[in-house]
C-alpha cells in the first residue's frame, strides 16, 4: 500500500531529486545544472524551513518512490491584476520503477486536498515542452494551460 505524508526531511528529498535533476539536466543542460548533492540538500533544507512549503512523500514498503514541493503563493493586487491565492506545485517526482501506478495521482490528491483545506483558490504548475509523460500526466489529471512562456536565443 502507498502512504502519502508530510515530510521536513530534507535529506530524503535530496536523495529523491537526484534521479528528476539528472533528468532535467539531460533535457535541458543550458538551464539544469547536474545534480550537485550538497547544493540540492542546502536548497531543500532552506525550503522545507519556510512557512510558505510544504512536501509530501509517497512510500512503498517503507521505500520512499516520490514526493511534491508546494509553495504557498500570495500574489498581490496591482493595477493590473487582482490579488490570488493559490499553490504553486514547484516539483513533483516519482521514480521510474513507479511511474503508472498511481502514485503521482495521490500526490497530487494530497495537494488538491492541502489547497482546499486552506483556502487555497487554485492549483498552478509548469513543466519544461520537452518533457512529454508530465504533459500527458497534468492534462489527464484536470490541468490546463493558461499561460505559455516562450523563448529565443540570441546568436
Aim: glycine letters at 4%; hydrophobic letters at 40%; zero cysteines.
Amino acid at each position: 500500500m502507498i502512504k502519502i505524508f508530510t515530510t521536513k526531511d530534507y535529506h530524503l528529498l535530496t536523495k529523491l531529486n537526484e534521479e528528476i535533476q539528472t533528468f532535467h539536466h539531460s533535457i535541458q543542460p543550458n538551464i539544469f545544472k547536474p545534480y550537485n548533492n550538497e547544493e540540492v540538500t542546502n536548497f531543500f533544507k532552506t525550503t522545507l524551513n519556510s512557512e510558505n512549503s510544504v512536501a509530501y512523500v509517497a512510500e512503498f514498503n517503507e521505500e520512499a518512490i516520490g514526493y511534491i514541493l508546494l509553495f504557498k503563493i500570495n500574489f498581490l493586487e496591482n493595477p493590473f491584476q487582482y490579488s490570488r491565492r493559490f499553490i504553486l506545485i514547484d516539483q513533483i517526482f516519482v521514480l521510474n520503477n513507479f511511474q503508472g501506478k498511481g502514485v503521482g495521482k495521490l500526490l497530487l490528491d494530497a495537494a488538491i486536498s492541502f489547497a482546499k483545506e486552506n483556502n487555497f483558490e487554485s492549483i498552478e504548475l509548469n513543466h519544461w515542452t520537452k518533457n512529454e509523460s508530465a504533459r500527458n500526466f497534468f492534462n489527464k489529471n484536470k490541468f490546463e494551460y493558461f499561460n505559455e512562456k516562450m523563448w529565443r536565443g540570441i546568436e
